[in-house]
């Protein structure tokens, strides 16, 4: 009989729900916005480069496209969103355990939406916090992969590009410290005072 790919142990199902929970804790979620963040830093040094070269041309009036690299700043601001995302999840799970037992995420969290999540979280924004997440989840649902919305874009964005990375790393920095718990298995909170990564410093 080929075993699970899931569980190859051999584990029982209660010992696989147990496992879910712990893997579920807030501390992996923020190792996980770790990960992404660190991914958003590199890419956003990338498209800052060509956004710098590219106004080298234009002063220099040769303005050549071909010559530059493909613009990654949708991309780099998706995996900021997609980090802010997985803090957002963190700290509903950290109030909320009961969202991740039995094996399964509460579909609650089912969500991109980082409004929502950050509502769900009781994690307040001001009104510059809000645009950037409101433009960080249109760059994970769309702008991250396709060239155009479904359509017309209606808003009104008064907030520089440039702007948004900062806004994102200030409520990375403000909530990452705050989502260091493991719940183990058989209850309790086991807190961790590091960070499983350093994150990257530079917005």
Same mark, same amino acid.
């Given at each position: 009989?080929?075993?699970?790919?899931?569980?190859?142990?051999?584990?029982?199902?209660?010992?696989?729900?147990?496992?879910?929970?712990?893997?579920?804790?807030?501390?992996?979620? /923020?190792?996980?916005?770790?990960?992404?963040?660190?991914?958003?830093?590199?890419?956003? /040094?990338?498209?800052?480069?060509?956004?710098?070269?590219?106004?080298?041309?234009?002063?220099?009036?040769?303005?050549?496209?071909?010559?530059?690299?493909?613009?990654?700043?949708?991309?780099?601001?998706?995996?900021?969103?997609?980090?802010?995302?997985?803090?957002?999840?963190?700290?509903?799970? %950290?109030?909320?355990?009961?969202?991740?037992?039995?094996?399964?995420?509460?579909?609650?969290?089912?969500?991109?939406?980082?409004?929502?999540?950050?509502?769900?979280?009781?994690?307040?924004?001001?009104?510059?916090?809000?645009?950037?997440?409101? %433009?960080?989840?249109?760059?994970?649902?769309?702008?991250? %992969?396709?060239?155009?919305?479904?359509?017309?874009?209606?808003?009104?964005?008064?907030?520089?590009?440039?702007?948004?990375?900062?806004?994102?790393?200030?409520?990375?920095? %403000?909530?990452?410290?705050?989502?260091?718990?493991?719940?183990?298995?058989?209850?309790?909170?086991?807190?961790?005072?590091?960070?499983?990564?350093?994150?990257?410093?530079?917005?």
């Amino acid at each position: 009989m080929t075993k699970s790919i899931d569980n190859p142990c051999g584990f029982t199902d209660e010992e696989m729900n147990q496992l879910f929970r712990v893997k579920a804790s807030p501390l992996f979620w /923020r190792q996980k916005a770790e990960e992404l963040k660190y991914a958003s830093d590199i890419l956003l /040094r990338y498209a800052n480069d060509r956004s710098d070269a590219m106004m080298k041309q234009i002063n220099k009036k040769k303005v050549d496209l071909a010559k530059l690299p493909p613009s990654v700043y949708a991309q780099a601001f998706a995996l900021l969103g997609f980090s802010l995302e997985c803090l957002f999840k963190a700290t509903i799970i %950290r109030d909320n355990p009961d969202l991740t037992t039995n094996g399964k995420l509460s579909k609650l969290l089912w969500s991109h939406d980082l409004i929502k999540l950050a509502a769900l979280a009781k994690i307040p924004l001001n009104a510059d916090e809000q645009y950037a997440c409101e %433009r960080l989840t249109d760059d994970m649902l769309k702008d991250f %992969r396709y060239p155009i919305n479904k359509e017309k874009e209606t808003k009104s964005k008064n907030i520089q590009i440039t702007s948004i990375p900062v806004l994102g790393a200030i409520l990375y920095y %403000r909530i990452h410290p705050t989502v260091n718990q493991i719940h183990p298995a058989k209850g309790g909170v086991v807190t961790y005072e590091k960070a499983t990564a350093k994150p990257s410093s530079k917005w």
